[in-house]
């Protein structure tokens, strides 16, 4: 039987902060989602000024890539020569969501919603990138 690793409340501490770090360095309001490795959330925020809608799309961005195992912006592309993918419920193709590895296993995913999705993205690889770290 394999052992892989979980993501901890305090990993969880570490994406959100380096995520809310990198938001106000760049000056954006975002919501900010972080969810296991089944899309089960752990933690949700949205930032002061953050836009009403962003909460659900930062979730479903995180729940995405944690499901997919890889990028939304992945799920984004395929949809431009796939449209019927669009019906697939509760996946967002949107770039904005990455999945979080440890150890070459997915731990869970983290969302952003609020800003131009390449900088959605950005922001959730500077949180990636502290759980790799921390």
Known sequence: MKTKPVVE?????????????????????MSIAIVDDAGYPLRL???????????????????TAAIMRAPTRNLAERVRNEPELLRLEDYMPMQGGLPMMSGGYCVGGVGLSGAKPEQ????AAAGCAALLQG
């Open 120 to 123: 959605d993205e950005q922001i």
């Open 45 to 63: 925020e949205r930032m002061d000024g953050a836009g009403i809608l962003t909460p659900s799309v930062a979730l479903a961005k995180a729940k």
């Open 9 to 29: 409340s305090s990993d969880v501490d570490l994406v959100l902060n380096a995520c809310r770090a990198e938001a106000r360095r760049l000056g954006l309001a």
